[in-house]
């Protein structure tokens, strides 16, 4: 890859958006720099001997191989790429590396601008769409933001404009906004357009599992947890329960709910994991307080199982609050063989349970 250039010079100021999104103070050239367009010095080439000395003899263990430095023919600027290719190469970038890749020198500076501006009209889109930052819930505004951030290649502005399309029922402007952040490398891109593949009323089963494979090698915990479905399903595929399993796996350790409790359903069974009660236990409690509600019933039965009444009912009543009907039976039952005092704790318990963070 040719060298990117950096260049420094006595500057005069004008305004610029910044790296984080705002306005800042940008620095201008006030007069040209070096001919060659670096602001680095190349060795002077008449002070590296490029050829033998044929008068001097070297010994052989301290004879070393000459060399000549030459510079490139065209050091070529960042910011003089095209931008699709630029948009490429940051179009998925997170809000944090943008920033971060903005700061680099003033040639990524420049080139990058248009997708700052893009992370401008994002975070509005946020805002209008969450009732954020004191404006009040606008779909319409916030889809126009992400359409204007997504028109300047910001994968993530493309990702939820497509999001909305959805919910307004234009699922082929949904499609595709995704098969183009999908194609600029945007994992969520990538999963969403593999799940509106595979709930397409003609399913693309082959097209769904390639978009939710590589989406799930760039560590996306839905996609991980969907083509592990996929696998154990046989959807598009032969069923695969050794690959399923290690694919719930990934997306449970990455904190995806969904998955800690098909995890542990395959530790229980012994079901492409080696069975382990241990483990399954330790990862239907995690599901459990992650608020995943049939997690909260196995673990408060299993509890019950063990004589451990207090905790048991506390995940019961979770799980009956949250409309498994199961649990309902189990923890009166339970309720009748506690005190007045142990009751009134219990509900205290669960009226103040709030569930631990996860990706869901």
């Known amino acids: 890859m040719k060298s990117l250039q950096c260049q420094s ?13 705002g306005l800042k103070m940008k620095l201008q050239p006030t007069w040209p720099g070096r001919s060659d367009g670096s602001c680095f010095s190349y060795l002077p080439s008449s002070k590296i001997n490029c050829s033998k000395n044929r008068n001097t003899s070297i010994p052989s263990s301290s004879r070393q191989i000459p060399f000549c430095f030459r510079p ?6 960042f910011s003089a790429l095209p931008y699709d290719v630029v948009a490429k ?24 601008r248009p997708l700052r501006e893009a ?3 994002f975070r509005w889109g946020k805002r209008f769409k969450h009732g954020r930052g004191g404006v009040r819930p606008n779909l319409h505004k916030a889809l126009d933001s992400f359409l204007k951030g997504a028109a300047r290649g910001f994968t993530l502005a493309m990702v939820d404009a497509g999001l909305i399309y959805w919910e307004l029922g234009k699922k082929d402007k949904a499609l595709a906004l995704y098969h183009k952040a999908a194609a600029l490398g945007d994992p969520a891109g990538q999963c969403n357009l593999a799940i509106s593949y595979l709930q397409a009323e003609s399913p693309n089963t082959k ?8 989406a799930s090698l760039a560590g996306h915990t839905r996609a991980q947890y969907q083509f592990a479905l996929c696998l154990h399903q046989g959807r598009g595929t032969d069923p695969n329960m050794q690959e399923a399993a290690r694919w719930y796996l ?7 709910v969904r998955a800690m ?57 979770l ?14 039952v339970i309720l009748q063989q506690l005190s007045a005092n142990s009751r009134d704790r219990v509900m205290f318990l669960a009226d103040n349970w709030r569930a631990l963070p996860s990706s869901r």
């Open 9 to 21: 010079h006595i500057s005069q100021t004008t305004l610029d958006v910044d790296a984080a999104g």
């Open 250 to 256: 990934k997306a449970a350790e990455s904190g995806y």
């Open 72 to 77: 490139s023919e065209q050091v070529r600027d």
């Open 89 to 112: 190469i940051a179009g998925s970038f997170s809000l944090q590396n943008l920033r971060s890749a903005s700061l680099v020198c003033k040639s990524w500076c420049e080139a990058l």
């Open 119 to 121: 992370m401008l009209f």
């Open 319 to 332: 799980a009956t609050r949250a409309g498994e009907r199961a649990a309902a039976h189990v923890k009166n």
């Open 207 to 214: 097209e769904a599992l390639k978009w939710l494979y590589k």
């Open 261 to 317: 409790y098909n995890v542990s359903l395959c530790y229980s069974f012994g079901e492409g994991l080696v069975h382990s009660h241990r483990h399954a236990r330790k990862w239907m409690k995690r599901a459990a307080d992650r608020g995943h509600t049939k997690a909260q019933l196995e673990h408060g039965l299993a509890l019950f199982s063990e004589g451990e009444m207090m905790k048991a009912v506390v995940y019961l009543e």
